[in-house]
């Protein structure tokens, strides 16, 4: 994939067929470490197999399918990157993803469109609730779908949808994200 958000968006999707009512997605840029972190954490039923299981490229819990490349490919971006992919228990009790960028490496895919990501999956998953937080260059911006919801209402969920977006629109442009 050309950005790693496309990597993201089928990470957050794996969590929504996983259960999950309760999503965190970090992103920070670690500029003294050369790192670029992306972790996507849910509540969901967790991993149904071993970690090394479910990087396997011909793994797939979904009925009618062969294989499983979303989790291998965005590993393979991390590793051609510099940096690697490692999957465990989340906090929230779900599964925890975390992949690693060197933020310099010439490989490595730029971010994309983060905020369009998270509203193609919180406008098809109404109630979802889902925590963003990114931080780069001293700066952190936290989005909280229930903060906007709260604010706005869960009945128009459409419109709390474009808000969060917005929001993380603006935190990337006010921390100046690099990635």
């Known amino acids: 994939m ?3 958000s496309l990597h ?3 990470v957050l999707e794996n969590s929504v067929r996983a259960g999950a009512g309760a999503i965190a997605l970090s992103v920070e840029e670690e500029p003294a470490r050369d790192a670029l972190v992306i972790r996507v954490e ?6 149904p197999v071993p970690p090394a299981q479910v990087l396997d490229p011909f793994f797939t819990t979904k009925p ?3 294989t499983g490349l979303g989790l291998s490919l965005f590993r393979l971006a991390a590793e051609q990157a510099g940096g690697g992919l490692e ?3 989340s906090e929230l009790g779900g599964t925890c993803v975390r992949a690693e960028f060197r933020l310099s490496h010439v490989d490595r895919a730029p971010l994309g469109d983060l905020a369009a990501t998270v509203l193609s999956v919180l406008s098809t998953n109404p109630g979802l609730d889902l925590r963003c937080s990114l931080r780069a260059g001293g700066g952190e911006r936290v ?3 229930a903060e906007v ?15 969060v977006c917005s929001r ?3 935190g990337i442009r006010e921390i100046e994200m690099k990635a």
């Open 64 to 66: 009618g399918k062969r």
């Open 42 to 47: 849910d509540d969901g039923r967790g991993l």
């Open 2 to 4: 050309q950005e790693l």
């Open 168 to 170: 993380l629109r603006d």
């Open 143 to 145: 989005v909280s779908v």
């Open 87 to 89: 999957l465990g228990r």
């Open 8 to 10: 993201v968006l089928d």
């Open 149 to 163: 919801a709260a604010r706005i209402g869960v009945d128009d969920w459409l419109r709390v949808a474009r808000e």
